[in-house]
């Protein structure tokens, strides 16, 4: 990289800093009674970044309540659109999970919106709850199975590895990374992205967290792809992390197609939750219907 496209990442860098800080410093409505209820108990909390899309908050709770035992869901919506806002809203009064509706911006960059939100939440909500770990999940995380989390007591944190392909530097997946708070709270946490160093969302943490970690003694979630053929109508290739959780992908907004449904033009998700959510099993589902291990 030259010296021209260096300064200009560091001014970009700089700008979003900026922006993160002064959004940070807002206040959400409600946001005072949101974290007095979360206090009254010491539960680990999987943060969700909620977008536009109530279909898939819903299967990721109807699948929740059954399938998640050591973290509670809590939902932050950062949607543009004020009517998804109340609609997904008033699905998470439905299923009893907290919400709440964070301060609007005009940040149309998927990456710096999402990033935004992120470090609002971990400076306005985790920083005064304390809770003993931490995470965020993509909105389109779906809990097939019981939660298997194969962190130690002693990591500070967990999740899927990505690398920068272009250099040696990595973060953790923005979709699914938990955090120790012990082992972070005193740490310049920063979920902005390093266009600099070609990582995305989260990978401003490279300096403060990972940069110092050895990778060959640390636990990283597994994520592996299963192309499945259902009723043998609906073919398609699900990506599972963890041997829990379904990441629907497509789900994030791209311009303005902000109701697409591109994710389940097949209906194959539609199919597949309707089966989890009738009693099968996940390992039942792949049992009947034709399906191989990509990798």
Not at 209 to 225: P, W
Request: aromatic residues 16%.
């Amino acid at each position: 990289m030259n010296y021209f496209d260096k300064t200009i990442h560091k001014v970009k860098n700089l700008r979003n800093s900026i922006y993160s800080f002064i959004y940070t410093t807002r206040k959400a409505e409600f946001e005072d009674e949101f974290i007095c209820k979360l206090k009254r108990n010491k539960n680990n909390f999987f943060c969700v970044i909620a977008f536009e899309q109530p279909q898939v908050l819903e299967w990721m709770f109807i699948l929740s309540k059954k399938n998640l035992n050591k973290f509670n869901i809590l939902i932050f919506d950062n949607s543009r659109n004020l009517s998804k806002r109340k609609e997904i809203e008033c699905l998470c009064k439905r299923f009893d999970i907290p919400y709440l509706s964070l301060p609007s911006h005009k940040i149309k960059h998927p990456s710096r919106s999402h990033s935004l939100a992120m470090n609002w939440v971990y400076y306005r909500i985790i920083q005064k709850i304390r809770p003993n770990w931490f995470g965020y999940l993509d909105h389109d995380m779906i809990p097939v199975n019981k939660e298997t989390l194969n962190f130690v007591k002693n990591d500070f944190f967990y999740g899927i590895r990505r690398k920068s392909v272009h250099s040696h530097c990595w973060a953790l997946w923005a979709g699914y990374c938990i955090f120790n708070f012990n082992g972070v709270k005193n740490l310049p946490v920063n979920f902005l992205y390093d266009f600099s160093r070609h990582l995305d969302t989260g990978g401003m943490n490279w300096d403060s967290l990972y940069k110092f970690c050895d990778v060959t003694k640390t636990n990283f979630a597994s994520q592996e792809y299963i192309e499945i053929d259902l009723f043998g109508k609906h073919k398609n290739i699900i990506q599972l992390i963890d041997k829990t959780w379904i990441h629907i992908g497509g789900v994030s907004y791209s311009g303005d197609q902000y109701n697409s449904k591109v994710y389940d033009s097949n209906g194959f998700y539609t199919n597949f939750i309707n089966e989890l959510e009738a009693g099968k099993s996940f390992k039942k589902i792949l049992s009947e219907n034709k399906h191989k291990y990509i990798n």
